[in-house]
């Protein structure tokens, strides 16, 4: 064996067993006595078995053969070829497209379509590709590399079987469904392989097959292949070949179901991945209404997927499956029927969540019976006609137990799976500091049966006011309405909106997590100043349910969700005013208020912008100049007439009401004063004022520390007004 070609291999076998190195099991079902072990005549040539060597660091050999198909630097028949050599560790495969395969779960090539395609192909390629085509124990196979080789001549049809090598032997399981076989020739990997082969055998009896039959019902076992002599293994068992294969292969004798199969597996496989490979002989028992299993975006997902989730059904108390998980949760924009590979070995989590969730794995076997009714195009719509309330309802609670972290563990506590979806850009946002404020927008732009996760934490305490804005299920924009720039929603059209769905875990200081739909809230708002609303942690996840559209994705319109976080106080505010008055012709003293103030938060009329009640006012006046004396102090009351407002959520663009404060008070009082000698009675004017910036008299604002240190003049009233105050945040 080349040594170029030695790099990879360790890597791919280890690719056919990622998931069979079972872990050690809590419970395991009882074995029945070995059954009886058969053999074929010995004494032929040893072929030679290709060994695991190390695993390198490389994209996938599929991976590197499909770009190069892309670039145009090979041939399609190349390429297939290329495929096939990678699928079977074969040295003839260049060393420019030998990768890392330590991933792949199992060969993506579908040998019944290679199959179909053989007449179509060059003689050479051919006469390649026909030691493959065949089961491993007849001469002239991929695994008897010492028989003749095959003529280059072109065939109109597959390939017939020749004599069995010699060499081979099988042991026969209890319940007469399934032979399997290994060579056995060499006295210590031979005796090593029966075996394993008879413990093999014992796991199908006891656990595997009677779980299958279980949940795909009694109907749907695997197809005999008696019509597929001679290269059926001289009956009509399923046949299962103990090999040196560097990636494990269900391999149907048909192209579309009802097929026979003959199943491939690594000698070292364990009784997960063999689960996972006698599952495709069940689903290969089926009539598929809208095409064949190895459509990979109609079926073939689907059959990946569920055939991952049958190794932790039958085995449950082992945790080989989980090995696949992060194909799927760390990349949650991907359609959920994409293949590529990985991502539809992860996607065993959909058909994991409905039987946990639901405690009912048969609807996994409805699934694929719904796939032979005449009106059912693929399996994801066998799937919405299966699951109660269709995928409107099953997605959103999907991706939602995906998240697999407070407050939704499920999948810790049903199978222990450490494993959960990663955010969209693999992070989690934890500002150090806000000053002023932060606008957060993350992207949305969704295909069938995806969603995309956002995750905040706040433990700052100048991140005071937080807004989340509704870019995914509204059209949110930033529109001139009149009084400036501000956000705004419009909400989407019946057909723009479709499938989405916006969801809110928060974790409220010293409450439990919260599950919220935001689908239909334009915005949200938190004051973490008030410790009923003190937001230590969000997690927003946003998903499209649509699977009728392939090429429709769900997407922000204008602008993507965003949280606004601002260090602008909205509880309540403690400060002092100082009003005075101006001179004027009709008056030559100078009128003094000042009032220690306490602004509180109302709880009724508080929104984008907060509004406050007075809660405490001490103030205390005197006059001066004019040959006038006089001064006093009183207790400002609660009421209409004394009002304050902040502007919270407002975007920077606006340049009038950006962290803009405005209101007035209004507590006109009759006090007594001395001027020239004479005593009169004299009535106080107003204590504070900060006008409507829309009033065009400018804009009175928080600074960017956070703090009020503003000074107004009122020309029209006469008075000047200089307001310091400072946000509290409750105990």
Not at 182 to 190: C, H, I, N
Not at 507 to 530: A, H, L
Not at 657 to 682: E, K, N, P
Not at 712 to 723: Q, S
């Amino acid at each position: 064996m080349r040594a170029k070609f030695a790099a990879t291999l360790a890597g791919a076998l280890v690719a056919c067993a990622l998931l069979a190195q079972d872990l050690p099991p809590t419970t395991d079902a009882p074995q029945t006595q070995a059954p009886a072990l058969q053999s074929q005549a010995a004494g032929a040539r040893v072929p030679q078995i290709r060994r695991h060597l190390e695993r390198t660091t490389r994209p996938s050999s599929f991976a590197l053969i499909s770009e190069a198909l892309a670039l145009g630097q090979i041939s399609a028949e190349t390429a297939l070829l290329y495929r096939v050599f990678a699928t079977f560790g074969d040295e003839r495969l260049p060393a420019a497209y030998v990768g890392d395969d330590s991933a792949l779960v199992e060969s993506p090539v579908n040998l019944a379509a290679v199959r179909v395609a053989l007449p179509t192909l060059s003689a050479e390629a051919q006469a390649a590709l026909r030691p493959f085509l065949v089961p491993p124990i007849y001469e002239g196979s991929w695994m008897a590399p010492g028989t003749s080789a095959p003529s280059a001549r072109r065939l109109d049809t597959p390939p017939m079987c020749g004599r069995q090598a010699t060499g081979w032997e099988w042991v026969q399981t209890s319940n007469g469904k399934v032979r399997i076989w290994w060579l056995g020739l060499q006295p210590d990997a031979g005796q090593a392989d029966a075996a394993h082969a008879t413990e093999m055998a014992s796991w199908i009896d006891n656990d595997i097959w009677p779980r299958l039959v279980e949940v795909m019902q009694e109907g749907h076992q695997p197809v005999s292949d008696l019509s597929q002599a001679p290269c059926n293994g001289g009956n009509g068992l399923l046949d299962v070949y103990l090999t040196d294969v560097p990636h494990c292969v269900a391999d149907p004798y048909l192209a579309c179901g009802p097929s026979p199969v003959y199943v491939l597996v690594a000698r070292n496989t364990g009784r997960q991945t063999l689960a996972h490979e006698i599952m495709h002989a069940f689903q290969y028992s089926y009539k598929l209404a809208g095409g064949c299993l190895s459509d990979n975006e109609k079926y073939r997902w689907w059959g990946e997927a569920t055939a991952q989730w049958a190794m932790d059904y039958v085995y449950p108390s082992r945790q080989g499956e989980q090995d696949a998980a992060p194909a799927f949760l760390k990349y949650p924009e991907v359609a959920l029927n994409t293949f590529n590979e990985y991502h539809e070995y992860g996607a065993y989590l959909l058909p994991f969540y409905i039987h946990r969730s639901t405690g009912n794995p048969f609807t996994i076997g409805l699934s694929w019976a719904t796939c032979e009714a005449s009106d059912v195009p693929d399996a994801l719509h066998a799937i919405d006609a299966v699951v109660d309330g269709g995928f409107d309802r099953l997605w959103p609670e999907f991706v939602l137990h995906n998240w697999n972290g407070a407050p939704v563990d499920d999948y810790q506590h049903w199978d222990s799976l450490a494993y959960h979806a990663s955010t969209y850009d693999g992070s989690v946002y934890n500002p150090p500091q806000v000053a002023p404020d932060l606008e957060l927008s993350f992207p949305v732009d969704l295909p069938r049966l995806s969603a995309t996760y956002a995750h905040y934490k706040f433990t700052t305490d100048d991140a005071r006011s937080v807004a989340f804005w509704n870019g995914a299920t509204f059209q949110l924009d930033k529109r001139d309405l009149g009084e400036g720039v501000m956000y705004t929603e419009d909400p989407l059209s019946a057909e723009e909106g479709k499938g989405g769905f916006v969801r809110a875990l928060v974790k409220v200081e010293g409450k439990p997590w919260s599950i919220e739909n935001w689908t239909e809230r334009p915005w949200v708002t938190f004051c973490r100043d008030m410790a009923d609303e003190r937001l230590e942690e969000l997690v927003l996840i946003v998903s499209n349910s649509d699977f009728q559209d392939y090429g429709r994705h769900l997407k922000a319109k204008t602008l993507p969700p965003t949280v606004w976080v601002s260090n602008l106080g909205c509880w309540q505010w403690t400060g002092t005013v100082e009003a005075t008055s101006l001179v004027s012709p009709l008056s030559d003293f100078v009128e003094h208020i000042q009032t220690e103030v306490t602004w509180k938060r109302d709880p009724v009329f508080s929104g984008l912008a907060v509004h406050y009640t007075l809660g405490e006012g001490a103030a205390s006046w005197w006059v001066t100049g004019g040959d006038c004396t006089g001064s006093g102090s009183y207790t400002l009351d609660g009421g209409s007439d004394n009002s304050f407002w902040t502007e919270n959520h407002t975007p920077r663009e606006n340049g009038l009401y950006y962290r803009a404060i405005l209101g007035g008070g209004y507590c006109f009082r009759d006090v007594s004063m001395t001027c020239s000698g004479y005593q009169f009675d004299h009535q106080l004017g107003n204590w504070f004022e900060a006008p409507d910036p829309g009033s065009g008299q400018g804009t009175s604002r928080v600074k960017p520390d956070g703090t009020v240190d503003a000074t107004f003049t009122d020309t029209n009233g006469g008075r000047t007004y200089t307001i310091k105050l400072t946000p509290q945040r409750q105990p």
